[in-house]
């Protein structure tokens, strides 16, 4: 039921409605439950045609690499 | 080199080998004592078992599968309900596809379609609405199952037709409450879970709130975690140091999609359309106070229960002796430890609800079996 995969917004199609693109794959989705309507090229998360939050994929995977920094364990060459 | 925007790439990063070594490194520096860990969502358990993260693990650390899978908790007479709504002349009844094979008393949604009831595979309550307008002589009952993360859906597709005035949709409503079902595991004499692994797409909707109280009660720690190999490995790296400091609480690993406060919006809608109901059966789990929500009785017309109340019988049939999955939902049992499992009991022909699903923790065994330990 979850689509854990990031869905980025390629077209807004009003009213509260979006087509997201995931992984090439683009469907319709409702943007009712989103706090704030996102932006074309935005990303979301999308439960059963939902889009429930946006996030950042750019700036997790810096989160992510900081994190690794931190550790402090060997360095991917 | 792939821009670093692209979804592609940061997939691959979520699942690079090479990232997950170093979090196994410091995973194992964290490992002392045997834990058992539940991982709560049906997502996570695919995770571990596709990626055979278990393996990879020191063996100090085990995962209890969890009941997080809504196809699976979802009780018999509740499919049962679907299938005498189904046989109704004038009624398309809609349902998400995992439902279908799900075994009611007198077979499944799959065997009502086969024989001529007008059952629909939605992927979405966004198609539910397109079906009442295609269909205006007719009644659209949805079957709506899932957790927190799936309620809020259910009540947009009410907003919209209240604001679009489409008359012909109704909803069994069947969702769950996650945080009721894990005090119920916690309750259980001799509960061997020392920690949790929170579900990431409730939290994403709920926040930490729900998850708060059991965590000071029951002094146990729970950190919500993602859907990538990554986000177990981190998700892990976070629980073991807190068992390590004995702290308990609530603390999120899945920040890219999880704050605090959850989704207000998405709880508001929730809030607007449900209460909770006294008790409600789950399967394998059996009654759980207040555990599940109902349609609020403003939106009494929207509520195929109350419409439909005299084709609903009370005789269910209860589940095969020979099936695990209560024990299975519980985190008590390994699919394999099951009789059944993979002989008389297939994804094409299942026994039991923790087989149909892609969130099952036996449909998840059987689909990856080469990976897990005998
Ligand atoms: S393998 Fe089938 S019969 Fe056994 S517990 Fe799982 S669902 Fe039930």
């Known amino acids: 039921m979850c689509l854990a995969i990031p869905s980025k917004i390629v077209?807004?199609?009003?009213?509260?409605?979006?087509?997201?693109?995931t992984l090439g794959t683009t469907r319709l989705v409702s943007l009712d439950l989103l706090e704030e309507p996102p932006s074309v090229g935005d990303y979301v998360i999308i439960h059963v045609g939902y889009a429930i939050q946006r996030l950042d994929p750019k700036d997790a995977l810096e989160t992510m690499d900081l994190f690794l920094d931190l550790l402090g364990t060997d360095d991917d060459a | 080199m792939t821009p670093r925007g692209d979804t592609a790439s940061?997939?691959?990063?979520?699942?690079?080998?090479?990232?997950?070594?170093?979090?196994?490194?410091?995973?194992?520096?964290?490992?002392?004592?045997?834990?058992?860990?539940?991982?709560?969502?049906?997502?996570?358990?695919?995770?571990?078992?596709?990626?055979?993260?278990?393996?990879?693990?020191?063996?100090?650390?085990?995962?209890?599968?969890?009941?997080?899978?809504?196809?699976?908790?979802?009780?018999?007479e509740r499919v049962d309900m679907a299938v005498a709504l189904a046989q109704?002349?004038?009624?398309?009844?809609?349902?998400?596809?995992?439902?279908l094979r799900v075994p009611g008393s007198s077979g499944s949604l799959l065997q009502?379609?086969?024989?001529?009831?007008?059952?629909?595979?939605?992927?979405?309550p966004l198609d539910v609405l397109a079906l009442a307008k295609q269909n205006p002589?007719?009644?659209?009952?949805?079957?709506?199952?899932?957790?927190?993360?799936?309620?809020?859906?259910?009540?947009?597709?009410?907003?919209?037709?209240?604001?679009?005035?489409?008359?012909?949709?109704?909803?069994?409503?069947?969702?769950?409450?996650?945080?009721?079902?894990?005090?119920?595991?916690?309750?259980?004499?001799?509960?061997?879970?020392?920690?949790?692994?929170?579900?990431?797409?409730?939290?994403?909707?709920?926040?930490?709130?729900?998850?708060?109280?059991?965590?000071?009660?029951?002094?146990?720690?729970?950190?919500?975690?993602?859907?990538?190999?990554?986000?177990?490995?981190?998700?892990?790296?976070?629980?073991?140091?807190?068992?390590a400091n004995k702290e308990t609480g609530v603390k999120i690993a899945y920040t890219r999609a999880v704050l605090p406060q959850g989704n207000p919006k998405a709880l508001s809608f929730i809030e607007r359309f449900f209460d909770v109901r006294e008790s409600f059966r789950w399967r394998g789990l059996g009654n759980i106070p207040k555990s599940a929500l109902r349609l609020k009785h403003e939106f009494s017309a929207f509520d195929a229960e109350k419409a439909y109340a005299g084709v609903f019988s009370s005789d269910s049939k209860p589940d095969p002796e020979a099936c695990l999955c209560g024990e299975v939902l519980k985190g008590n049992a390994k699919p394999s430890e099951?009789?059944?499992?993979?002989?008389?009991?297939?994804?094409?022909?299942?026994?039991?609800?923790?087989?149909?699903?892609?969130?099952?923790?036996?449909?998840?065994?059987?689909?990856?079996?080469g990976r897990v330990p005998a």
């Not at chain 2, 539940?38 to 055979?52: A, D, F, L, P, S």
């Not at chain 2, 509960?191 to 949790?196: V, Y």
């Not at chain 2, 146990?220 to 981190?234: A, M, N, R, T």
């Open chain 2, 88 to 99: 109704k002349r004038g009624l398309v009844l809609a349902t998400l596809g995992d439902m």
């Open chain 2, 112 to 124: 009502a379609r086969a024989s001529g009831c007008d059952i629909r595979v939605v992927y979405s």
């Open chain 2, 10 to 76: 940061f997939l691959n990063a979520l699942r690079d080998p090479k990232r997950a070594k170093r979090l196994l490194g410091a995973i194992k520096e964290l490992t002392a004592e045997p834990v058992a860990i539940m991982e709560v969502c049906g997502g996570h358990t695919r995770t571990i078992v596709r990626y055979g993260l278990e393996q990879l693990l020191p063996k100090e650390i085990s995962f209890l599968h969890g009941p997080g899978c809504p196809v699976c908790v979802t009780p018999r």
């Open chain 1, 11 to 21: 077209e807004l199609r009003g009213p509260g409605l979006a087509v997201a693109d």
């Open chain 2, 338 to 369: 099951c009789g059944l499992f993979g002989q008389a009991c297939t994804p094409q022909d299942p026994v039991g609800a923790c087989m149909v699903s892609s969130e099952g923790a036996c449909g998840i065994y059987f689909r990856y079996k």
């Open chain 2, 137 to 243: 002589k007719k009644t659209v009952v949805f079957f709506a199952i899932g957790f927190e993360t799936t309620a809020p859906t259910t009540a947009a597709l009410l907003e919209r037709c209240l604001m679009e005035g489409i008359q012909n949709v109704k909803v069994l409503v069947n969702h769950v409450l996650v945080a009721p079902a894990i005090e119920a595991l916690l309750k259980e004499d001799g509960s061997r879970i020392d920690a949790f692994i929170a579900p990431g797409h409730v939290c994403t909707i709920t926040g930490t709130a729900p998850f708060e109280p059991l965590a000071s009660s029951y002094q146990k720690p729970f950190v919500v975690s993602g859907f990538e190999p990554w986000d177990i490995l981190l998700g892990l790296h976070n629980l073991l140091g807190m068992i």
